[in-house]
T-cell receptor, first 115, second 113 residues
């Protein structure tokens, strides 16, 4: 099946710094990728929809200037958490849709800890 | 709007017990339905799916049937194993491609020997 990777798998950073998370579709082209956030013992919350070559669409309540998304190619989307704070600590998961558009494939997630 | 209601856990079962995790969905449009599994510290993996009414998804001994009349997609397994311990998410996606997926809250399953 389709494989999606994320890098890094874990990152610890100081408050005020920026962190970039990469999401790659390894064996297929993904015109659309999604970014989710998962708090402990909770479900996934969709943050934004990332479309190759265009601006991301953010869900209500998600700060687009804080969570910068770039989808520069058909196999790569990046999420940058700018000026990170401890409350941004979370598990970030990306997913990608194949050209059929009928199933999402998820990355393994990135654990962000902001000190 | 679109939503998925899933029974809250945690669910604790003995090995070889029968498992049911209930899930209902809003009937807007003609959604595809999914069960995802998340093992500790990992991302989500697709467990099974069904794309239309009366379809049965199955994988690794797990089954779920798309019931339009009751808007349900309950997950079942006849005999659970310790290795099945994980969090299970029910989800829906509208048809038409490139649609957002709406997840249930997730049900934690713990299987004890």
């Amino acid at each position: 099946g389709a494989v999606v990777s994320q890098h890094p798998s874990r990152v610890i950073c100081k408050s005020g710094t920026s962190v970039k998370i990469e999401c790659r579709s390894l064996d297929f082209q993904a015109t659309t990728m999604f970014w989710y956030r998962q708090f402990p013992k909770q479900s996934l919350m969709l943050m934004a929809t990332s479309n190759e070559g265009s601006k991301a669409t953010y869900e209500q309540g998600v700060e687009k200037d804080k969570f910068l998304i770039n989808h520069a190619s058909l196999t790569l989307s990046t999420l940058t958490v700018t000026s990170a704070h401890p409350e941004d600590s979370s598990f970030y998961i990306c997913s990608a849709i194949t050209s059929l558009g009928n199933e999402q494939f998820f990355g393994p997630g990135t654990r962000l800890t902001v000190l | 709007g679109n939503s998925v209601t899933q029974m809250e856990g945690p669910v604790t079962l003995s090995e070889e017990a029968f498992l049911t995790i209930n899930c209902t969905y809003t009937a807007t449009g003609y959604p595809s339905l999914f069960w995802y599994v998340q093992y500790p510290g990992e991302g989500l993996q697709l467990l099974l799916k069904a794309t239309k009414a009366d379809d049965k998804g199955s994988n690794k001994g797990f089954e779920a049937t798309y019931r339009k009349e009751t808007t349900s997609f309950h997950l079942e397994k006849g005999s659970v194993q310790v290795s099945d311990s994980a969090v299970y998410f029910c989800a829906r996606m509208n048809s038409g491609g490139y649609q957002k997926v709406t997840f249930g809250i997730g049900t934690k399953l713990q299987v004890i020997p």
